[in-house]
């Protein structure tokens, strides 16, 4: 539903989850972040390595949330360029954000344009 006067979008909200998985979800993915942070820092050089890979993934992953529960088109193909993005730049972490910068701005842009 569009409200044109104040240029407010609102998508469909689907059923989410209980609580109670929420919150063993939310536990689970935050053991994951502590387990990898303090791998990055046992072997700082090793983790260091990996960062554009990790950053990929991890941003692919939260992407892929909001792409569920938006159901908006254009974030499932941020999640595929994300993925491809972490995957193809292994030389450094700003080499990841190079590549997958201008791709969230022009989707937002085709966002902006499509709504004005």
Known sequence: MTYPSAG???Y???AGLPRFWRILLLAVVAGLVAAAIALLVARPFAGLDIM??????????V????AWRSTA???YLLVVFSALAGLG???ALSAYYAAIGPGVDSLGLLTLNKHL
């Open 8 to 10: 407010y979008v609102a």
């Open 12 to 14: 469909r909200r689907l």
């Open 52 to 61: 554009p890979l990790v950053t990929g993934l991890l941003l692919t992953f």
């Open 63 to 66: 992407l892929g949330l909001v």
């Open 73 to 75: 088109p254009r974030f």
């Open 89 to 91: 730049s292994s030389l």
